[in-house]
């Protein structure tokens, strides 16, 4: 079960270079099968023909009938049979940035259709706990009646009310996060199932707009959630972090303004942070509007944009140890935070790392801490330090991933996995009896829970491996969900994978009416034929010193304003005169990047170059249209 999270002090931040990273050690393939397969074993619902952990059955069938609505399926949080909204939208948001960022990855090792099929899971619930635009379940169940019981979810005699937020009872980080986790997995699913990924877009614009329109701390109108997930950090924070990933789904530039005017008098701008998790976002709003800043997308809101970024660099120096105010690390190496299920912040601090450090070298920018200058691959060597701990690399050579190495947790504290499946002994297990027969049993846990990230070791790497060691022995799902994009991007090594150039994607269609967008920023466009089908316009984005030489980063953007499919593109680019990202040469000229073969009519592909120069001279060469 999650525990409550702090807020930090604020404090400023600067910039720096990269070098290259190599890996080895553990099969992070392995671990990230895995660590998907553990989101099987927390499935609520009717489990489908596929399921992979056997030994779990239907479960929580009659969930949102006496309130009449459907609220089978979703997941249970940790080791108990509740489910709540909060931690399982961000669940579902971390899922869906893991893939997003690493999908190849993912592809690569065989894993990406079951990591799909972990997001659309939650998110098939999410659209049966929004039945109406200002209304969204937000918990199943109670924690105080569930916790009285030690029972499989299969046999649950617990009460399963059905809790929601409305206007006159609002909850804006529970319906930020879950329009951020329906926004993100729209993503997740454009290209393989674009009438879903609309569905999913028009919900998220929906929760965003409840959590704006009505504020409020979502537990002090569910407040049977407040002894369990309490939101401390109140929802400034999810509505930052709604609006982000709204912009990066949409590319609506209401949301980035709305970023840009809420920055400072939310905190986002403002907080310095040292933690990231399910209650508190700040950390990922900032990573992820730097991202767009380094993008080229802030346009006039670039000040406002430094200032995220700053904090985002903030919180990776502290990570590595280089910052004002440093995490603090076990002796062994690994970030600690508190007693209980300290990993979630381990995984979800390490995985910001990780994009962290594959944006900077993308974009070749640079990153100084209050020690000195870091090189980005020493962000990705520090997540790397994280999971290889975590797998088996620390003074107890345990590994906190069940299922993982030889020496795993074997009593962990989990109601499904401490009890003998109903499919080979079907005999109803009651409510105390569960307590008396299974929990206190000394011995391991008749059910593996394969994947699962327990809660880990305290302060001084100590672990006891007990089922009523909850703080150390519980999973929960929050823990695993970062972790997928990690093992993704260690398996994958250095397979030339852009984090953060390829930006050709179509977006869906909305079906609800969205607020009004802002104006572009102005571009200023290279010269072409007014008659060409082709436009081209650039802009540059940034600008910095470097040994007494000033460099420029252009962004360049090519659209397509013909009514049919633009395809053997070719450019001629001269005045040339440093590296380009976002196009393939080929002779003398440059065509499409190795991802795109085509650009379909009104969409748009971006590449990026920097040089000591003005604007590079790009014109059309040659195209069809078919």
């Known amino acids: 079960m999650g525990k409550l999270m702090r807020l930090i002090s604020m404090a400023p931040l600067f910039l720096l270079l990269c070098l290259p990273f190599a890996f080895g050690g553990h099969d992070y393939n392995q671990a990230l099968s895995k660590s998907i397969l553990f989101f099987e074993a927390q499935r609520s619902g009717y489990l489908p023909h596929n399921q992979r952990v056997t030994w779990r059955a239907n479960s929580g069938l009659n969930d949102g009938k006496a309130s009449g609505v459907d609220l089978v399926g979703g997941y249970y949080d940790a080791g108990d049979n509740v489910k709540f909204g909060l931690p399982m939208a961000f669940t579902v948001t971390m899922m869906s940035w893991s893939i997003i960022e690493y999908r190849k990855q993912m592809a690569a090792n065989g894993e990406l259709g079951h990591a799909m099929e972990a997001v659309k899971w939650g998110t098939d619930y999410f659209i049966k706990a929004h039945p109406q635009p200002y209304v969204l379940y937000g918990e199943v169940g109670d924690g105080n009646s569930d916790h009285y019981c030690w029972q499989r979810p299969e046999d649950m005699t617990t009460d399963r009310h ?185 995984t979800s601090a390490s995985f910001l790392a990780t994009v962290y450090s594959d944006y900077l070298t993308s974009y070749r920018g640079s990153l100084k801490c209050a020690a000195g200058n870091v090189a980005p691959s020493e962000l990705l060597s520090f997540a790397k330090s994280q999971v290889d701990y975590l797998l088996g690399d620390n003074p107890r050579a345990t590994s906190y991933m069940v299922g993982y190495g030889n020496n795993y947790p074997r009593q962990v504290h989990h109601r499904g996995s401490s009890i003998v499946s109903i499919k080979v002994n079907p005999k109803f297990v009651a409510c105390r009896q569960g307590y008396a027969t299974w929990y206190t049993r000394k011995a391991s846990d008749p059910n593996v829970l394969t994947g699962a990230l327990v809660g880990g070791p305290d302060a001084y790497d100590n672990f006891a491996d007990e089922r009523d060691n909850y703080e150390q022995t519980e999973p929960a799902t929050y823990n695993n969900a970062p972790l997928l994009g990690i093992l993704a991007r260690l398996a994958g090594g250095h397979g030339g994978y852009n984090q953060l150039l390829p930006v050709v994607a179509p977006v869906p269609n909305p079906v609800i009416a969205k607020p009004k967008p802002a104006p572009k920023p102005k571009r200023n466009p290279t010269p072409a034929s007014s008659s060409s089908p082709i436009t081209i316009n650039q802009k540059m984005t940034t600008s910095w010193n470097y040994k007494g030489k000033t460099y420029y980063r252009y962004s360049t953007v090519v659209t397509n304003k013909s009514y049919k499919t633009l395809k053997a593109l070719k450019l001629s680019i001269s005045k040339l005169y440093g590296p380009i990202w976002g196009l393939t040469k080929s002779g003398n000229s440059y065509g499409f990047p190795e991802w795109l073969n085509s650009l379909p009519a009104g969409k748009s592909l971006e590449f990026v170059y920097i040089h000591a120069a003005s604007p590079a001279d790009v014109s059309v060469s040659s195209y069809n249209l078919a």
């Open 162 to 346: 059905a809790y929601k937020i409305d206007p006159s009872n609002p909850g804006s980080d529970l319906a930020g996060e879950t329009a951020a986790a329906m926004a993100a997995a729209s993503i997740v699913f454009r290209r393989s199932n674009p009438a879903y990924s609309r569905e999913l877009l028009r919900h998220a614009y929906q929760l965003f707009e409840f959590a704006d329109k009505y504020r409020g701390k979502y537990d002090s109108s569910i407040t049977v959630a407040q002894k369990y997930y309490r939101s401390i950090s109140g929802y400034n924070d999810e509505l930052l972090w709604a609006a982000a990933w709204l912009y990066q789904a949409s590319n609506n530039k209401y949301y980035l303004n709305y970023l840009a005017k809420n920055g400072d008098s939310m905190g986002g701008t403002g907080w310095a942070m040292t933690e990231f998790g399910w209650d508190v976002k700040y950390a990922g709003v900032q990573t992820l509007v730097a991202k767009f800043l380094m993008q080229g997308k802030a346009g006039h809101h670039t000040p406002v944009f430094e200032k995220y970024r700053q904090k985002a660099e903030y919180f990776m120096c502290s990570l590595i140890g280089k910052g004002s105010r440093n995490i603090q690390k076990t002796p062994g190496g690994l970030i600690y935070r508190q007693r209980w299920n300290n990993m979630q912040f381990v």
